[in-house]
């Protein structure tokens, strides 16, 4: 069965610090995987993806994200983190076996607090 | 370009009260997914339609819960009766397609629900 895992439920981080936000994951085959960011009161914003290619994806606002397959991992980085960034992330994954189905498997969720 | 839209933003019933959900996805995207987040979880799918047919309704509690997308555009979320653990936020979403780079998901702003 697909799953994902967010190991830790908030992270705190200096403003300008880099942050890193974990994600593991478990699925049959090549994973899609994603991650999205919510702010209070507010629907999921889209950040990024991985569908293959180049391991490193960058995405919106200066997010990047590893995608390493030996330790099926999927983790959300920043080089210099922003009080605004100060949300709560998601990871999800999507099983690329080809069914019907585009159906993401969610992580619990990460809050990434930023201290001014 | 427009996002997604949803309607109500926030409704509270009491329990055994029926109540529906709105939503306009983003113009042009064939596939259209309702999820549930209860709060401190990741969001679940409870149906997803590709154009006006269903592809994947396995979670959703066909007891109390229906959904139709009739002209396969916009699409209503119904509960009834409504229970106490249905309080939640719904967050519908769409998607160009199904193909690996016409899937990703945009979310809209959820209806926030309260059953009391």
């Known amino acids: 069965a697909q799953s994902v895992a967010q190991p830790e439920d908030q992270v705190n981080v200096a403003e300008g610090n880099p942050l890193t936000v974990k994600c593991t994951y478990s699925v049959s085959g090549n994973p899609y995987l994603f991650w999205y960011v919510q702010y209070p009161n507010r629907g999921l914003q889209f950040l990024l993806k991985?569908?293959?290619?180049?391991?490193l994806v960058k995405g919106s606002y200066g997010f990047e994200a590893e995608f390493n397959k030996s330790q099926t991992s999927f983790h959300l980085k920043k080089p210099s983190a922003l009080v605004s960034d100060s949300a709560l992330y998601f990871c999800a994954v999507r099983a690329s076996y080809g069914g019907a189905t585009n159906k993401l498997i969610f992580g619990t969720g990460t809050l990434l607090a930023v201290q001014p | 370009e427009a996002g997604v839209a949803q309607s109500p933003r926030y409704k509270i019933i009491e329990k055994r009260q029926s109540v529906a959900f709105w939503c306009n996805p983003i113009s042009g995207h064939a596939t259209l997914y309702w999820y549930q987040q209860i709060l401190g979880q990741g969001p679940k799918l409870l149906i997803q339609?590709?154009?006006?047919?269903?592809?994947?309704d396995s979670q959703l509690p066909k007891d109390r819960f229906s959904a139709e997308r009739l002209k396969g555009v916009d699409s209503t979320l119904k509960i009834q009766p409504a229970k106490l653990e249905d309080s939640a936020v719904y967050l519908c979403?769409?998607?160009?397609?199904?193909?690996?780079?016409?899937?990703?998901?945009?979310f809209g702003p959820g209806t926030r629900l309260l059953v009391l």
């Open positions: 339609f590709q154009n006006n047919g269903v592809v994947d």
């Open positions: 979403a769409s998607s160009l397609g199904q193909g690996a780079h016409q899937e990703t998901q945009y």
């Open positions: 991985y569908i293959t290619g180049d391991n």
